[in-house]
């Protein structure tokens, strides 16, 4: 069986049972659309202010959605020993995490293509011309996110104290690429262009190396 | 599944140990299981049997010791060894949203095993879960979830099975059937050690027994030189 063929199986499973059971989703929309609410009624925005802190806004929701996301990953996995299942398999450890971060990523833009238009509508703004570009950035910062993600959840999923430890591990380590999607998503929204090549370069780089990694890393977080 | 190598023994651990911090699991753990054995591991509650189990699976490291599946080294070739063992354990390892098909595909698909739709179908009959081949996991008996993950570890044909307390939640019927798999397995030239708290059960599906004291081995004989008496005894005295 093919390495890529593992990683599918993996993902395939994942897809599965979040279409069956809707709980991580569920719980990323709604918290999610919380925290986009809260912000608009404390900030009350106009064109201006959004400008400055609508970015900031975004990816705080984005964020808090993945950490959700990410928390539910091992969940399952825990039930029954799972993990310990897929372990006895002969599969390669880089291929579980890789089926893992896939079937995370897909969550979490899932999630962040139902919020934008939430986003767009809360803080009045139009996305149309600057869309491709701001999915992009979506996409870069979430690869990076869900690549340290998907590794600190299997470590933190062993611990007693799974829901805190996970952000307090996580958003250390992921600062670099939220301020690098931050200030990209910054310059979209105002139409600048300047500055915009180099932090996509800067994304680009923080997620072959946290990908890479994170791959080589999974082996050993997962001894007991 | 290729074959075994034929390795005299399935299972060579010698002063296998284990510590938890400052809790110590296994002592030193020296025991030799033939292959094409059935050796039943008696002890008490802690006595390190699921940990013992657990390292042998290659799910957990141990702090010392040496140990060698099936004639090969079980960390230095830990992949190798992976394919050709098969668990049930206190854990089921059971998707509960996941039909009992979708668990054996999902496992099969793992494993990579030949003709896996036609296979998952073959050990649901060998547990009698036909009938419920399409439904979740969660909807299961406890007793049901355990033929599931019996089905589970014979799903790809392995030559040792690492049986942690295997008959916990099945009825008579059910064990009459796991009896039968073990034998049938056995005749393929195949190992089992299993673990389990039921000594006349233990006791007569085995060819040899070990007990296991405080994370030490500390009997070990051939079922054939004691009547289940002599072993009942032994293993009161043993553990006094």
């Given at each position: 069986m093919t390495f890529f063929r593992q990683l599918f199986t993996i993902l395939v499973k994942d897809l599965r049972l979040e279409w069956r059971t809707r709980e991580a989703m569920s719980a990323m929309l709604l918290f999610a659309i919380l925290v986009l609410v809260i912000f608009n009624f404390t900030f009350n925005p106009d064109r201006e202010l959004v400008l400055i802190i609508g970015p900031g806004i975004l990816w705080v929701a984005f964020t808090f959605a993945g950490v959700l996301g990410l928390n539910r990953a091992f969940a399952a996995e825990h039930e029954n020993g799972c993990l310990s299942g897929v372990l006895?398999?002969?599969?390669d450890r880089g291929g579980i995490y890789l089926g893992k971060w896939l079937a995370n990523l897909v969550f979490t833009l899932v999630a962040e293509a139902i919020l934008l238009p939430f986003f767009a509508l809360f803080f009045n703004l139009t996305l149309t011309s600057e869309l491709p570009v701001l999915l992009l950035v979506c996409l870069l910062g979430t690869i990076g996110f869900t690549a340290v993600g998907t590794l600190l959840a299997a470590v933190s999923a062993n611990t007693r104290l799974r829901e805190v430890m996970l952000p307090i591990l996580l958003f250390p380590i992921t600062v670099p690429v939220i301020i690098g999607a931050v200030e990209s998503t910054g310059l979209i929204l105002n139409h600048e262009t300047a500055g915009l090549r180099d932090l996509l370069r800067l994304l680009i780089l923080y997620d072959i190396i946290f990908l890479v990694s994170s791959t080589l890393l999974f082996d050993f977080v997962l001894e007991e | 599944m290729s074959g075994p190598e034929l390795a005299p023994f399935a299972v060579e651990a010698a002063g296998v140990a284990k510590r938890f911090g400052r809790i110590t699991a296994l002592k030193s753990v020296d025991l030799s299981v033939r292959t094409g054995s059935v050796t039943t591991l008696f002890g008490h509650n802690g006595a390190g049997k699921t940990t013992f189990l657990r390292i042998a699976a290659g799910l957990m490291r141990s702090s010392g010791g040496h140990l060698k599946i099936a004639g090969r080294d079980s960390v230095k070739e830990a992949a190798q060894i992976r394919g050709r063992i098969g668990v049930v354990s206190h854990q089921l390892f059971l998707y509960e949203d996941l039909t009992a098909l979708e668990n054996l595909r999902f496992y099969g698909d793992l494993y990579g095993i030949d003709r896996p739709e036609e296979r998952c179908h073959e050990v649901l009959e060998q547990v009698e879960l036909t009938h419920r081949a399409?439904?979740?996991?969660?909807?299961?008996s406890r007793g049901m979830a355990q033929r599931l993950a019996i089905a589970r570890a014979f799903l790809h044909r392995p030559d040792i099975l690492l049986l942690d307390e295997p008959y916990t939640g099945l009825d008579q019927r059910a064990v009459g059937r796991l009896n039968g798999l073990i034998d049938r397995f056995r005749e393929g030239h195949h190992t089992v050690l299993l673990t389990t708290h039921d000594h006349h059960l233990g006791f007569t599906m085995a060819t040899d027994i070990a007990i296991l004291r405080r994370g030490e081995v500390i009997h070990t004989s051939s079922v054939g030189d004691l009547s289940e008496a002599e072993f009942d005894a032994l293993y009161e005295r043993s553990l006094q």
């Open positions: 006895l398999t002969p599969i | 399409n439904s979740r996991a969660r909807h299961f």
